[in-house]
């Protein structure tokens, strides 16, 4: 596809679960980045990954929050023993190459995520 | 640490009414500062970047200007299809986020 796809698109999950979410890049995009947006709030970054580097987890929130990166392909974002204030919808976003001169990220439509 | 903060955080014009939304930052070492729109149940969708003191960008109704504190995004005569919320972000060590200007403009 031309765009970023996340799925899935909405997760509802019992307090306590783990799941995981995932994200497929636009191809030849070497930088991926994950935000949280709670309800009316701005995007909370979380983590991001370019190319082989380490990435860079500042944002994670707690040791339940995870996330992965194949190359420069596909991720996965995984919370353990999920929380209600968990509750958000999971952007995830890619650019050619972060902190390039011109750098535009290109976001997916976001999973939205519902823990009861 | 970085900042950006956003006001206001909701504004509601007639169609045709222009107005700006301003976005306030403090960061240490500006490599850029992004204007994005999104619509409900969508992700952020890029708008403008500006670089410099001065520099200004356009689309269609709507212009970014940039100084050295701020950011406004100028919206001119808008129209219905403007509602949306409308994200600014500033990229220093890392791409920071405000709150947003959530945008109705009624017919």
């Known amino acids: 596809g031309a765009g970023v796809s996340q799925s899935p698109s909405n997760k509802v999950t019992e307090k306590g679960k783990d799941v995981e979410l995932r994200c497929d890049p636009i191809?030849?995009?070497?930088?991926l980045y994950w935000y949280r947006q709670r309800l009316g709030q701005g995007l909370e970054f979380l983590i991001y990954?370019?190319?082989?580097?380490?990435?860079?987890k500042s944002g994670l929130p707690s040791d339940r929050f995870s996330a992965e990166r194949t190359g420069e392909s596909v991720s996965t974002l995984t919370i353990q023993r999920t929380q209600q204030e968990d509750s958000a919808v999971y952007l995830c976003?890619?650019?050619?190459?972060?902190?390039?001169?011109?750098?535009?990220?290109?976001f997916g439509s976001g999973t939205q995520l519902s823990v009861l | 640490e970085d900042q950006v903060t956003q006001s206001p955080e909701a504004l509601r014009l007639q169609e045709g009414e222009s107005s700006s939304l301003n976005c306030s930052y403090t960061v240490s070492g500006l490599r850029g500062l992004f204007w994005y729109r999104q619509d409900p149940g969508k992700g952020p969708e890029f708008l403008f970047t500006l670089y410099s003191a001065g520099e200004e960008k356009e689309k269609e109704r709507l212009k970014a200007t940039l100084t050295k504190k701020e950011s406004f995004l100028h919206i001119t005569a808008p129209k219905p299809e403007d509602s949306a919320t409308y994200l600014c972000a500033v990229q220093g060590n890392d791409m920071r986020f405000g709150a947003g200007t959530r945008l109705t403009v009624k017919p």
């Open positions: 976003a890619s650019s050619f190459l972060r902190g390039a001169p011109n750098e535009k990220l290109f």
């Open positions: 191809s030849g995009h070497t930088a």
């Open positions: 990954f370019q190319g082989n580097s380490a990435p860079d």
